[in-house]
């Protein structure tokens, strides 16, 4: 077998250096448990980026993956598949009906449908956007535009799009930002790659009324927040607050690329034929992953399973009393652990030294989105666990300031 030395090697000669090179090679998960290219084991708390919803080489997917490549796995949008349509009209019923979908195949490709979409429904008069300071959106070039983190955005300008950036949260500065020359108001319900920040109660409802009252649209990234990670299938739920668009990427796959644009009302039927389109989007073996997510999620009753392991992470995180540890936040089985100090890639490195995948997500923050499937069997083994990475994260910490 190749090690994992070797794969990173290669990896470093033969990829761009975009991601520099990752410090593991995995080869093989089941379950909440991954393996490296050497053979060790891992407790996966990080799932792919939120991504593997039924952790790994769950049979309700490898089945409806394996059945649908095996029976037709392409056909581009010149044709109707089964599997598009099955999937639109379970994720119509799931936000609550007067929706309609485009399927993209990943995050940041369901946020420039958006905003094709928004721009569309707002015609040529309205030209501003409203993001959130370090907000995060995807990549490519509409959805960098509304990203908030200056270092990942700014390299790349300018963007030719007027974008006012608000902090997170803050009604006040909202409220001066969004006028009637909005076409839309991008928002995320927590931020995910700032950290897992929620925004305060009540701010949905603002953006909501913001909107009604300007005529701007409101699109909800629920990217990494939405297919169960917060313990419903949408964290705006929780408000009972709708947007206007809604994208999905992320968990709706479990591990295949697919990504929604979800536009409810008027913004259901914004896009006139030949308007936007894509050669992959609505793939029949990423759709029938997705609905075998979908129904796993419920068969298996996961969006109770995560608001009740999430609550016992939080408990459990909270009742870890470590100096390197200020505390938690997050929702379900998404949770940020705040550090004391810009420590968080020692954290990293020493709990994967001990068979624990987490992000550093932050200088000071952890962010963990395990499976949807984890147990308190092994949120216990994690949490039994945490001092000692601490303990060793400080003492890495301490050393590399005295060198
Ligand atoms: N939006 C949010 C909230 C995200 O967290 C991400 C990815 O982290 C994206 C968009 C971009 O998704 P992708 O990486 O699939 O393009």
């Known amino acids: ?90 994720l119509v019923g799931l936000v609550g009906g007067d929706a309609k979908v485009f399927f993209a195949n990943s995050g940041t490709e369901a946020n420039e449908a958006a905003l094709k979409l928004v721009k569309r429904a707002a015609g040529p008069d309205r030209r501003t956007f409203v993001a959130a300071t370090a907000g995060f959106h995807g990549r490519t070039f509409g959805a960098l535009a509304l990203t908030g983190k200056e270092s990942i955005r700014e390299p790349f300008g300018p963007y030719g799009m007027d974008v006012r950036f608000v902090p997170h949260g803050d009604i006040d500065a909202l409220t001066e930002a969004v006028d009637e020359t909005c076409v839309a108001v991008f928002t995320e319900p927590t931020q995910g790659e700032a950290g897992v920040v929620p925004a305060p109660e009540g701010y949905l409802a603002a953006v909501r009324s913001l909107c009604d009252e300007t005529g701007a649209a409101f699109v909800l990234d629920e990217i990494q927040s939405g297919i169960g990670r917060t313990g419903r299938w949408f964290a705006h739920q929780a408000e009972d607050v709708r947007p206007d668009v809604l994208t999905l990427a992320k968990g709706l796959g479990g591990g295949l690329p697919i990504g929604a644009c979800v536009g409810f009302g008027r913004y259901a039927d914004a896009f006139g034929k ?72 020692h954290v990293q490195e020493q709990a994967a030294a001990r068979g624990f995948l987490v992000n550093a ?11 949807l499937v984890i147990t308190p069997e092994q949120i216990g083994v994690f949490i039994e666990a945490l001092p000692t990475v601490l303990d060793a994260a400080e003492a890495a910490a301490t050393k590399e300031n005295q060198s």
């Open 361 to 371: 997500v932050a200088p000071g923050t952890i962010r963990l989105a395990p499976p």
């Open 274 to 345: 030949g308007d936007h389109g894509s050669t992959f989007g609505g793939n029949p073996v990423a759709c029938a992953a997705s609905l075998a997510v979908l129904d796993t999620i419920e068969s298996e009753g996961l969006l109770a399973h995560t608001a009740v392991m999430g609550d016992l992470l939080a408990e459990q995180l909270d009742a870890v009393d470590h100096p390197l540890l200020a505390g938690q936040r997050g929702s379900g089985l998404w949770r940020a652990l705040v550090l004391t100090g810009p420590h968080a890639a």
């Open 1 to 90: 077998m190749t090690s994992g030395a070797d794969l990173r090697e290669r990896f470093a000669a033969a990829l761009m250096p975009n991601y520099g090179v990752p410090p593991l090679a995995l080869t093989l998960g089941r379950g909440c448990e991954v393996y490296d290219a050497d053979g060790r084991q891992y407790l996966d708390l990080i799932a792919g980026i939120a991504v593997s919803t039924l952790g790994h080489g769950h049979p309700a997917l490898v089945k409806a993956v394996a059945h649908q490549a095996a029976t037709l796995a392409h056909t581009s949008n010149l044709f109707v598949n089964e599997r598009a349509v099955q999937l639109a009209e379970r």
